[in-house]
């Protein structure tokens, strides 16, 4: 069975750091483009950042460019994404999506990715 396990969220303070973690099983980690969405109660999934399998292009949503940075280890079969300088409209729940084959005009939409985890919460505090 395919698992992604999201970690490393949590209670931070506005202007903190943070650097979340999602670990692939199940799957040729090295095949798959991966990606990171997020979501308020009440509000859809919205796409944050995803990367190509090889590592060598990454996507980033207008509201995450400049302080947030994604990056992958293939023989750790893990997609992080680094947080820098944290506000409360980042808090969200944070999800890790995986596909193997996705076109440019689909990395951005939560419908086409075939794997997802579970989340983990960032909450952060003024």
């Known amino acids: 069975q395919v698992q992604l396990v999201e970690s490393g969220g949590g209670l931070v303070q506005a202007g903190d750091s943070l650097r979340l973690s999602c670990t692939a099983s199940g799957l040729t980690f090295r095949r798959y483009t991966m990606a990171w969405f997020r979501q308020v109660p009440d509000k859809t999934r919205e796409f944050v950042a995803a990367?190509?399998?090889?590592?060598?292009?990454?996507y980033f949503a207008d509201s995450a460019k400049g302080r947030f940075t994604i990056s992958r280890d293939n023989a750790k079969a893990t997609v992080y994404l680094q947080i820098n300088n944290l506000n409360p409209g980042d808090t969200a729940v944070y999800y890790c999506?995986?596909?193997?084959?996705?076109?440019?005009?689909?990395?951005?939409?939560?419908?086409?990715?075939?794997?997802w985890g579970q989340g983990t919460q960032v909450t952060v505090s003024s």
């Open positions: 999506a995986a596909d193997e084959r996705i076109i440019l005009s689909s990395l951005r939409r939560k419908d086409q990715y075939d794997y």
């Open positions: 990367i190509r399998a090889t590592g060598h292009t990454t």
